[in-house]
């Protein structure tokens, strides 16, 4: 059975950082496109980077561009989410996806699911 356990979220204040940890059992991250998906309250879950199989990496978010850093290690069979700079839009519940295809930034394309973090951000 496939399971993703995200981890690492927490209260932090601007300007600060956190990394988020996806872990996945019953299937090889290595093997899967995994991305990082947030949802602000009141608002729609975005997608917000994505890491291929060849290790590629997507942003989605142009406000995360140059502070947030998707990658993975495969031996630990997790991906990572380095989060830094922290501002106030970017508190949200993160989730890590996995597919067996593409990264996109269209959600329905992502079969497996974490329950999703909660990242904080306040003074």
């Known amino acids: 059975q496939v399971h993703l356990v995200e981890s690492g979220g927490g209260l932090v204040q601007p300007g600060g950082s956190l990394t988020l940890s996806c872990a996945a059992s019953?299937?090889?991250?290595?093997?899967?496109?995994v991305a990082w998906i947030r949802q602000a309250p009141g608002k729609e879950r975005e997608a917000v980077s994505c890491?291929?199989?060849?290790?590629?990496?997507?942003d989605y978010i142009a406000s995360v561009k140059g502070r947030f850093t998707i990658a993975r290690d495969n031996a630990k069979n997790t991906v990572y989410l380095r989060m830094s700079s922290l501002k106030p839009e970017d508190p949200a519940v993160y989730y890590c996806a996995a597919n067996s295809g593409l990264c996109s930034g269209h959600l329905g394309v992502y079969n497996y699911w974490g329950q999703g973090t909660q990242v904080t951000v306040s003074s």
């Open positions: 019953g299937f090889r991250m290595n093997d899967h496109t």
């Open positions: 890491i291929s199989t060849t290790d590629f990496s997507f």
